[in-house]
Every structure is written in structure tokens, then in C-alpha cells.
Nanobody
Framework: QVQLVESGGGLVQPGGSLRLSCAAS????????MGWYRQAPGKQRELVAA???????NYADSVKGRFTISRDNAKKMVYLQMNSLKPEDTAVYYC?????????????WGQGTQVTVSS
């Protein structure tokens, strides 16, 4: 049974920082590129950051220079450091494979973690 458990969200003022964590289960975690996705109310889920198994990274233009994705394959963890947060970053954040729902994660999304950026 696979699981992706996101944590670390919360309420933060504009300009603040948060670090999101994603704990993954499954013995083959390290072979998958992973991503952080977000979904704001009334909008489609979008990929904001991705990291390959060999640690190359990609970012959506909207977060480039502010967010940093990283992973620890030994711990089966994926992280998202978010700095200089803006109100438009408010969303539920999810981690998943990139592309989403690959292999044993087919049909799976975790519960996500809410990030609210507001003064």
C-alpha cells in the first residue's frame, strides 16, 4: 500500500516562508521523479516544482527563484522550501510522482497540506 503524506502547511504573512514535507512509502520511491502540485479554489491542480531521481529540478515560472524542491531518497522524503510567499501561493499542496500517479501511485493523491498566505 503506497502513501504520500504531506505536512508543514499553515498560515503565513506575505513575504514569509514555509517548508513542506512529503513522506512516501514504497520500496521503489527513488526511481521516480517527484513533484509538488498545488490546487487553489476554483482552479486546476498545477505542477509547481519537480525533482528527478538524479536531483535535477524544474520550477513553474510563478515560483522560480522563490521555491526550492529537494529529496532524501534514503528517508523517502520530498521537501518544498517556499520563500517570499505571496497571496497567490495560497492553495492545497500535494506531492506525487511527475508525471502524477505513476506506477504504484496510480489513482492516488494524498490529503495535501493547506498553505494560506494572508496578512
Amino acid at each position: 500500500q503506497v502513501q504520500l503524506v504531506e505536512s508543514g502547511g499553515g498560515l503565513v504573512q506575505p513575504g514569509g516562508s514555509l517548508r513542506l514535507s512529503c513522506a512516501a512509502s514504497g520500496s521503489i520511491f527513488s526511481i521516480y521523479a517527484m513533484g509538488w502540485y498545488r490546487q487553489a479554489p476554483g482552479k486546476q491542480r498545477e505542477l509547481v516544482a519537480a525533482i528527478a531521481g538524479r536531483f535535477s529540478t524544474n520550477y513553474a515560472d510563478s515560483v522560480k527563484g522563490r521555491f526550492t524542491i529537494s529529496r532524501d531518497n534514503a528517508k523517502k522524503m520530498v521537501y518544498l522550501q517556499m520563500n517570499s510567499l505571496k497571496p497567490e501561493d495560497t492553495a492545497v499542496y500535494y506531492c506525487n510522482t511527475n508525471p502524477a500517479q505513476l506506477g504504484p501511485f496510480a489513482g492516488y493523491w494524498g490529503q495535501g497540506t493547506q498553505v494560506t498566505v494572508s496578512s
